[in-house]
């Protein structure tokens, strides 16, 4: 049974960056083709916003609205992958979540099906 | 980005009794496949949240029959035919179909 879980700072000063970490335990990060490693964010009184996925092989994909202040990537040999977060405010206060989106060949998909259960991040001096 | 819009935002139920829960897209979900990718999620309170429906209307694994996912294109509705106590929290809907995922505000199903 894969799991994910995250780990971080947990409290971070305005303007600086945030660094996030999810280890996946239980399955490899290193089978292809089946899933994209991916964040989402829960802000106060927003719901969800995905953020950003990558694949096995570093293929990345970033919402837009964070694009220009946000990096994923992953470490195949340490079955993680990271989120960055840059020029930190207030407003990137929330719970982030690592989740696994499950995909197959010729567009099959199944869902966002592996959660972690959410680190707190708080932006505050 | 495809906007998700969800209603009710709050449902009272008597345990029991059916839910239902609408989620409409501003653009169509459907993919050239035929598919329509949209999910469902519940989030339990301190939760993470919880796959329950892919592509419209298919279970995830260990999903209890009692919730079905039906519609197509811009339209679509998540059925519990019996609430029980383990189903009260906040219902999401996620469109798969394009980059950013986005989802649907949020549905809280509460005892009534």
């Known amino acids: 049974q894969v799991q994910l879980q995250e780990s971080g700072p947990g409290l971070v000063k305005p303007s600086q960056t945030l660094s996030l970490t999810c280890t996946v335990s239980?399955?490899?990060?290193?089978?292809?083709?089946?899933?994209?490693w991916s964040w989402v964010r829960q802000l106060p009184g927003r719901g969800l916003e995905w953020i950003a996925y990558?694949?096995?092989?570093?293929?990345?994909y970033y919402n837009p609205s964070l694009k220009s202040r946000v990096t994923i990537s992953l470490d195949k040999s340490k079955n993680q992958f990271f989120l960055s977060v840059t020029s930190l405010t207030a407003a990137d206060t929330g719970v982030y979540y690592c989740?696994?989106?499950?995909?197959?060949?010729?567009?099959?998909?199944?869902?966002?099906?592996?959660w972690g259960q959410g680190t707190t991040v708080t932006v505050s001096s | 980005d495809i906007v998700m819009a969800q209603s009710p935002l709050y449902l009272p139920v008597t345990p029991g009794e059916p839910a239902s829960i609408s989620c409409r897209s501003n653009?169509?979900?459907?993919?050239?496949?035929?598919?329509?990718?949209l999910d469902w999620y519940l989030q339990r309170p301190g939760q993470p949240p919880q796959l329950l429906i892919y592509?419209?209307?298919n279970r995830a694994s260990g999903v209890p029959d009692r919730f079905s996912g039906s519609g197509s294109a811009t339209d679509f509705t998540l059925k519990i035919n019996r609430v029980e106590a383990e189903d009260f929290g906040v219902y999401y809907c996620?469109?798969?179909?394009?980059?950013?995922?986005?989802f649907g505000q949020g549905t809280k199903v509460d005892i009534k």
């Open positions: 989740a696994r989106e499950r995909v197959g060949p010729d567009y099959v998909y199944y869902g966002m099906d592996v």
């Open positions: 239980g399955g490899s990060i290193r089978r292809g083709g089946d899933y994209y």
């Open positions: 990558i694949y096995y092989i570093g293929n990345t």
């Open positions: 653009q169509s979900l459907q993919h050239t496949n035929g598919k329509n990718f």
């Open positions: 592509l419209a209307s």
């Open positions: 996620m469109q798969a179909l394009q980059i950013p995922r986005t």
